[in-house]
Structures are given as structure tokens and as C-alpha cells.
């Protein structure tokens, strides 16, 4: 028999069903999306900014779950569960995105500080300070992490990883070309101070003060006496 010798009410019910099958089917790729982005963001965080931000461990497998009913055509069971699931999604991409956001304003402050000390001591590539300062402002991840298609997320997890390293890694050189020509006793000092632009003259030593003094970057740092 034709699908066009059905009831006309059971073609219609056909249609709905697959109408509201495609809805609740865009509905949770938006939210694995979402997702997906969020467990990047994580593992890009975590090997880049060397932290471990903390989401709901239940969200993700709470994505999969719903998906699960969608499959098996449980429409009631997504549609009772999809508002809830979305708003914990968005809420774990939240958490996540404005952490990144103040580590991302940490270490570009950290970068331009290196940069404006930088142009007195003329020590490392200004080129390269301005890339880091770049990404970091900029933030185009998906570009170094969704390099195929068809990567299973393990793959995209490697991804995000070895470009949250090499971001490290590039910032970590870059550090140590800045201030590891300085004595020791004065070294974390003077990135401390790039970091803050304030130290208290109390938490010096004699020592320190006056290799401070005899250093390149003497009359950049300001001291708050105490």
C-alpha cells in the first residue's frame, strides 16, 4: 500500500512526528555543541593557564543521556528534559568562558607590561611579544583546535592541548628571556612587580634593593614605600 492510500490525520501525525523529531534534534545539537566548546575551552585552560576550572561533571553525560531518548524516539522524556539541560550547559560554558576571560586579561597585562619594559631593555623579539598579546586578545581558538571535520573529540581534546601548550610554552620562554638574565635573588621580585607594578620597599632586602637599583630596569619599577 502508498504511503498515499493512508488516513490523511495519519500522514499529518507522521509529519508532525518528524517535524518535532528535526525540532528537538537541532535543539540538542545546539546543546552538544555547546558542550563540545566548553570541554575544549577546559582542556585548552588547563594546558595553557596551567588551571583546572570545575563545571557540573553531570552535564555531559546528561547531554548524551537526552540524546539516548532522542534516538529511541522518546519525544516526551527530551521535551520534559531539553529547557533544564540547556540551562545547565549554558551555565557550565559560562563558568567557564569568564574564567578564561580573566585568566586570558591576567596574562595579556602580564604581556604588554613585558612589552612596555621591553622597549627600554630591547631584549627579546617584539614581534613575538606582540603575537602572544594577540592570541591572547583575540582569542581565535576553534581555528587551532577544529582542524578536520570528522575529529572524534578525543582528537579535538589533543588539539586543545597541544595548543594550550604551545601557548605555554611560548609564554614561559618568552619569561624567561625577560628576566632570567637577573640575578636570582631579585628575579621573581621583578616579575612580580611587571605583574603588579607595586611593590612594598618593607619587603625588600638591602640586597635586593640595591641590586634593584644597579639593574636595567631601576627607574621603570615604582616602589611604594611602606
Known amino acids: 500500500m502508498s504511503s498515499n492510500s493512508q488516513p490523511l490525520q495519519t500522514r499529518l501525525e507522521a509529519v508532525q512526528e518528524e517535524y518535532r523529531r528535526r525540532h528537538l534534534s537541532d535543539e540538542l545539537d545546539d546543546i552538544a555543541e555547546t558542550m563540545e566548546e566548553t570541554i575544549l575551552q577546559r582542556v585548552l585552560a588547563k594546558a595553557f593557564f596551567e588551571e583546572s576550572v570545575q563545571i557540573d561533571a553531570e552535564a555531559r553525560e546528561r547531554v548524551e543521556t537526552v540524546m539516548t531518548h532522542l534516538d529511541r524516539g522518546d519525544y516526551g522524556t527530551v521535551e520534559a528534559e531539553i529547557d533544564d539541560l540547556e540551562t545547565d550547559v549554558e551555565s557550565a560554558a559560562t563558568t567557564v568562558e569568564n574564567r578564561i576571560q580573566e585568566l586570558r586579561l591576567k596574562h595579556n597585562s602580564t604581556v604588554a607590561a613585558m612589552r612596555r619594559l621591553n622597549d627600554r631593555v630591547d631584549r627579546v623579539s617584539e614581534v613575538r611579544l606582540e603575537a602572544l598579546e594577540g592570541l591572547l586578545d583575540d582569542w581565535r581558538w576553534k581555528e587551532h583546535v577544529y582542524l578536520s571535520g570528522d575529529a572524534s573529540l578525543d582528537e579535538l581534546e589533543a588539539n586543545a592541548r597541544e595548543y594550550g601548550e604551545e601557548m605555554r610554552t611560548a609564554f614561559d620562554d618568552l619569561k624567561d628571556e625577560m628576566f632570567g638574565v637577573y640575578p636570582e ?8 612587580m611587571i605583574e603588579d607594578e607595586r611593590l612594598s620597599y618593607a619587603d ?13 630596569i631601576g627607574e621603570y619599577i615604582e616602589l611604594t614605600l611602606s
Open 185 to 192: 635573588e631579585i628575579r621573581n621580585l621583578i616579575y612580580r
Open 204 to 216: 625588600l632586602s638591602e640586597t635586593q634593593r640595591r641590586q634593584l637599583a644597579e639593574s636595567d
